[in-house]
């Protein structure tokens, strides 16, 4: 099977990979580097559990395809800790309670950091249309948006 070559940044970091053309974001980042906190769900892009950060914008993994990402930059769930330090978006789902199974976390922090960054003061309206792609079987959304609107404060 003829390979790819593949250079882009992953949290910060160069990463240089030999791929099958046909080889998902997601299954790079879970299988090559370890970084299993994108959750595969649907496979289909429908429910957000894959999310990372693609040049600033939030996108589902299970959709892109690794050379597709050449030269771009990659933020995952565990590039959003500062040093020690949690990210607010982090520190408020834990206080907020708004984590159960976990399976919809890292896609819903790393979608309302995006959210964040472009509005530092989103009205509830905001957050709630921001995380509507993505789906939680466990929490009943209010935790969640809660927690952003603490991380927003
Ligand atoms: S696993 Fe990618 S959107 Fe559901
Ligand atoms: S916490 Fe379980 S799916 Fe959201």
Redesign the pocket.
């Known amino acids: 099977m003829k390979t790819v070559k593949v250079k882009f940044r992953v949290n910060n970091e160069p990463v240089t990979l030999q791929v099958k053309p046909y080889e998902t974001l997601l299954e790079t980042l879970r299988e090559r580097l370890s970084l299993t906190g994108a959750k595969e769900a649907c496979s289909l892009g429908a429910c957000g559990?894959c999310t990372v950060i693609l040049n600033g914008i939030p996108v589902r993994s299970c959709l892109i395809l690794t050379p597709e990402v050449d030269g771009m930059k990659v933020t995952t769930i565990e590039g959003l800790k500062q040093g020690e330090k949690l990210h607010p978006l982090q520190k408020a789902f834990i206080e907020k309670g708004?984590?159960?199974?976990?399976?919809?976390?890292s896609g819903?922090i790393l979608t309302a950091k995006t959210l964040l960054d472009r509005n530092p003061k989103p009205k509830k309206d905001e957050i709630i249309r921001t995380i509507s792609s993505n789906?939680?079987?466990?929490?009943g959304y209010k935790k969640?948006i809660e927690a952003i609107e603490i991380a927003a404060k």
Request: net charge positive; with cysteine; proline share 0%.
């Open positions: 559990a708004a984590v159960q199974c976990g399976f919809c976390t819903m789906t939680c079987r466990c929490t969640i």
